[in-house]
């Protein structure tokens, strides 16, 4: 559904996207990862068709975004960065706004309007303004306007930011949900959301793409992956080092695989050694590896930057 | 079009929904009495025209113009609105008129609501109320120029205060060219050629020929023309910001 195609965008001297490529078909949830200012908002708002891009192509549903944003625009539901939305507005007002410029009405609009007060939670609020929200309402009332035409494709931007746990959990279901028959695109900078609603991420860094794939395969990217934590009676970093780097943390000792594939080996040599020595084992664990521990590594903390 | 009916419906919707309105319409309809028949000498006057009504209204409209028309793209930028509204299936042309043209029709209706002067005119004489007319045209017409001038000035910055001086600078402006001081000023060091061309951007200029009741097809191209420029000065103005 979503084609970009080697997306630049300059602002003056600046570049704030580099040669930004990927794929988002419909069926599939991509996380957009990144420091702040790494781009993300800037690569969204040209997929949307906010900005133009320097060079490069985006193309929504065939629709190039440049050419014809207005058949691409109608297939888009956007959630921009901090859920603008008209302050004065009640929401009930603002959902039919959006209804209407979608091209519903009467019925239509009604019936879409009603559609989505109910799947963003809103009933209770329908009849207040907008700056009388509190910060979780204001996010789904915007949330509420990016689905009132039941996109095919949705860009959201920071979906969860400023939510409440249990929002957060909703609004992952949502996505999760909405992305079986939708193409949707996600940015966040919460990386437990990876794994709750992605079946792809990206991870971008100073306007480039510096990694991708599944949730699984980005950990398997950490040091940590395939590591065998254990914590055992009578067992020593000695013993352990045998078998590869041995690190020592509050009572446990963690193995590192000497090469990468062979974690399932790792941890049988783990326990034949522990039954062996006559270990008595507490705790066994084969790490999966951590996306923060992946995120950090490959990506600049904007504290260095020149 | 209908994508234009409804941004201007949103927008008119929000000037109400607000103070804003009442505040501007309690004030436009409170300072057009007093220039009319205090400060205009309306009655002492003695003759069955509103001249004193409307000899007013360029000076009238350059404060409170742009007062209604400071927020409307400033507010959306400072908002971050501006990224929902253009994200919208609609052309940046489609949005900068359907909000230009719900602050004209909201300066139409406050210019609607001084009616009791017509009415009041009409019982004490016998006026041409095909030049009344006229004058309203006109005075739509300036309201509608200097309306555009905001648009534009209003997309520059995300703050309404600078978005309002800037425009009440470029309206003095428009109103100042004609006049004599700084026609005098330009002599100086310009020839003659360029001091007419200045000249000919002056509204009062334009605008006395309506309040005369002559409808010039020359005065009413001048005034859209000015609301042609500016607004697609607004475009551009956005297309920039845009493209970064």
């Not at chain 1, 990694?211 to 055992?232: F, I, K, N, W, Y």
């Not at chain 2, 010039?216 to 297309?239: E, H, K, P, Q, Y």
Request: neutral net charge.
């Amino acid at each position: 559904m979503i084609r970009i195609e080697n997306l630049v965008k300059d602002f003056g001297r600046m570049r704030a996207v580099d040669g930004v490529s990927f794929n988002v078909e419909r069926g599939e949830v991509v996380g957009f990862l990144g420091p702040n200012g790494s781009g993300k908002s800037t690569t969204m708002r040209m997929i949307t068709g906010f900005y133009p891009p320097s060079a490069g192509r985006v193309t929504v549903g065939g629709h190039d975004v440049v050419e014809s944003p207005l058949e691409a625009k109608r297939l888009i539901g956007y959630l921009p960065e901090n859920a603008a939305s008209y302050p004065d507005m009640t929401v009930e007002s603002f959902l039919r706004f959006a209804a209407e410029m979608r091209g519903l009405a009467g019925e239509a609009r009604n019936k879409a309007v009603a559609r989505v007060i109910g799947i963003c939670f809103l009933s209770s609020v329908v009849r207040q303004t907008i700056d009388t929200l509190s910060k979780g309402y204001k996010h789904r009332t915007c949330l509420a306007q990016a689905l009132i035409h039941d996109p095919d494709v949705l860009v959201l931007d920071e979906p969860t930011d400023g939510l409440d746990p249990n929002q957060k959990h909703e609004v992952r279901n949502l996505i999760r949900e909405l992305g079986r028959s939708k193409a949707v695109v996600f940015s966040t900078h919460i990386l437990e959301e990876v794994d709750a609603a992605c079946s792809r991420a990206i991870i971008i860094d100073r306007g480039r793409i510096v990694a991708q794939g599944t949730p699984a395969e980005l950990r398997a990217m950490s040091d940590l992956a395939g590591a065998v934590t254990l914590q055992a009676a009578g067992a020593t970093e000695e013993k352990l080092a045998a078998l590869g780097r041995v690190e020592k943390c509050n009572g446990s000792f963690r193995v590192y695989p000497k090469d990468r594939s062979g974690s399932a080996a790792l941890t049988r040599a783990v326990v034949e050694l522990a039954a062996r020595e006559g270990w008595t084992l507490e705790a066994l664990r084969t790490e999966e590896g951590q996306l923060d521990e992946v995120f950090r590594r490959i990506t600049q903390p904007d504290t260095v930057r020149p | 079009m209908r994508a234009i009916q409804i941004i201007a419906g949103r927008e008119l919707a929000g000037y109400f929904a607000s103070p804003v309105a009442y505040v501007f319409l309690v004030i436009f309809l409170l300072l057009t009495g007093f220039f009319t028949f205090t400060a205009g000498a309306f009655f002492e006057r003695g003759e069955a025209s509103l001249a004193a009504f409307f000899g007013w209204h360029p000076w009238l409209y350059l404060v409170l113009v742009p007062a209604v028309g400071m927020r409307l793209w400033s507010e959306e930028r400072r908002a971050g609105t501006i990224e929902l509204l253009l994200t919208l299936p609609v052309t940046a042309w489609q949005a900068i008129l359907g909000k230009f043209l719900a602050s004209w029709l909201f300066l139409a209706l406050a210019l609607v609501l001084t009616f009791p002067v017509v009415l009041t005119v009409n019982v004490l004489g016998e006026p041409d109320n095909g030049a009344i007319f006229a004058g309203y045209l006109g005075s739509l017409m300036l309201a509608g120029a200097y309306l555009a001038v905001t648009c534009m000035t209003s997309a520059m910055t995300r703050n309404q205060v600078v978005a309002f001086i800037l425009s009440v600078v470029i309206c003095l402006f428009l109103i100042l060219a004609g006049f004599n001081p700084v026609t005098d000023l330009l002599v100086r060091w310009a020839s003659p050629a360029v001091v007419d061309t200045v000249a000919a951007f002056s509204v009062i200029t334009h605008f006395d020929g309506f309040q005369r009741g002559v409808l010039d097809s020359r005065n009413v191209l001048f005034f859209l023309s000015v609301i042609g420029f500016a607004l697609f000065a607004t475009g551009v103005i956005l297309r920039g910001h845009r493209a970064g």
